[in-house]
């Protein structure tokens, strides 16, 4: 017999695999969108922004909901919001049309389930917090590799209109199965004391909460820049077409970088309950920047283009994982949701920075080295920051909380 707990996993992350496509297959359709609107990577970068700024900048919205609605509602809504965006996308004929449908409404309902899920297994697990916030997270980072074939086929058979059409479709009625299950975890004697910590108006005034905000936004800009842009990369480094084993190399990296992005995610939140969030941030932020200059060094190579590739998200997706539990362990369970809430608003400021001005560097400069430079020096800056900066601020944290009543600034 399965733990109840443990149903709430595999019922949070089916959500999030669910909902996981508009980010993560977002680059098998710019060819077909530049080509049917007419515009160039910057202007349709756009969408994918504004993607990413909508799943965050209501996330603190979301976060204050989720403490007044029962989870599986709040979770459903969000699913359908997200299934219905695809399904109004494919009807789109302008820019403005594709950034209201894909970009805002997708927006809202990918981050009311990313926030909502990774919220309520925190509270299942209130032990093993990095874990349970890997594991979220990694439903959502690896949930694409199960469509990325079937979407990269389909696009060739039935146009960009129609596939989104059918997947939006199916992100419903998966998403909307798998959220049935979801609830609540009852009060239980061993938690019970557990409820203390920081309100998010507490929070925000913290130094070390905007430490952490520019640290997650900084590894959210090189992670984004290659997750929207890897069709352009793939394509300027002529390996789109080649293929590896005998299939395409821009969907088999895509599909590696699923696994990758989700094994990352639990792994290095294990790792951080072991020997502590900063260390493994250090660790993990360091391999992304070797990752990323090796990947730009050799990526006219088709197997080292798909491998690396991996390594990149191996290096990055685990923010998602290290900073939700990071902020649990300073500030308390009391407003976790809105403080991850308001903290998650720092992927949206990476999201700018990774898509649209990304773009805009390698259209002016005409070349992908002034992109990867900057993506390799905020990785190493981030890895020196988590030493060098937020450990001893955490710590000096600490010393004065455990001095005062939780709750006051």
Request: hydrophobic fraction near 55%; aromatic fraction near 10%; include cysteine.
């Amino acid at each position: 017999m399965i733990e109840p707990r443990w149903r709430q996993m595999i019922a949070g992350l089916a959500c999030m695999a669910a909902i996981s496509s508009p980010q993560y297959v977002w680059t098998l359709f710019t060819p077909a969108l530049r080509a049917d609107f007419g515009v160039g990577a910057a202007a349709l970068q756009v969408a994918f922004s504004l993607l990413i700024i909508l799943q965050t900048l209501f996330s603190p919205i979301q976060g204050w909901i989720a403490r007044h609605v029962p989870p599986r509602n709040l979770i459903m809504a969000g699913i359908v919001l997200t299934g219905l965006s695809w399904v109004a996308a494919a009807q789109a004929h302008s820019l403005a049309m594709l950034y209201l449908t894909y970009g805002v409404v997708g927006g809202i309902g990918t981050g009311t389930v990313y926030v909502g899920v990774v919220s309520l297994l925190m509270q299942w697990f209130p032990e093993r917090r990095g874990m349970a916030a890997g594991a979220a997270a990694a439903g959502y980072g690896m949930g694409a590799m199960l469509t990325t074939f079937p979407i990269s086929h389909m696009l060739a058979g039935s146009g960009w209109r129609g596939t989104m059409t059918a997947f939006g479709a199916l992100i419903a009625v998966v998403g909307i199965l798998a959220a049935w299950f979801l609830r609540a975890p009852d009060a239980r004697p061993d938690t019970a004391g557990d409820a203390g910590g920081y309100s998010t108006a507490v929070v925000v005034k913290t130094p070390v909460f905007w430490v952490m905000f520019f640290m997650m936004a900084t590894m959210a800009t090189s992670g984004l820049m290659v997750t929207s842009q890897l069709a352009q990369i793939a394509g300027d480094f002529k390996v789109a077409h080649l293929t590896v084993a005998g299939l395409a190399a821009l969907p088999l990296a895509m599909t590696l970088d699923r696994i990758a992005n989700g094994v990352t995610r639990p792994l290095f939140g294990w790792i951080s309950d072991l020997v502590g969030r900063e260390r493994t941030m250090a660790l993990a932020f360091t391999l992304e920047a070797v990752a990323l200059g090796c990947w730009l060094a050799l990526a006219h190579h088709p197997v080292a283009f798909v491998l690396l590739s991996g390594v990149v998200f191996l290096g990055w997706g685990e923010i998602f994982s290290l900073f939700p539990a990071t902020l649990t362990d300073i500030f308390g369970p009391r407003d976790a949701s809105r403080n991850y809430g308001v903290l998650y608003i720092a992927q949206g400021v990476g999201a700018v920075f990774g898509g649209p001005l990304a773009a805009w560097l390698h259209q002016a400069s005409g070349a992908w080295f002034p992109v990867f430079a900057c993506a390799i020096g905020g990785d190493l800056l981030t890895a020196l920051l988590a030493i060098a900066v937020l450990r001893p601020m955490r710590c000096r944290f600490a010393r004065r909380r455990d001095g005062q009543a939780p709750g006051t600034p």
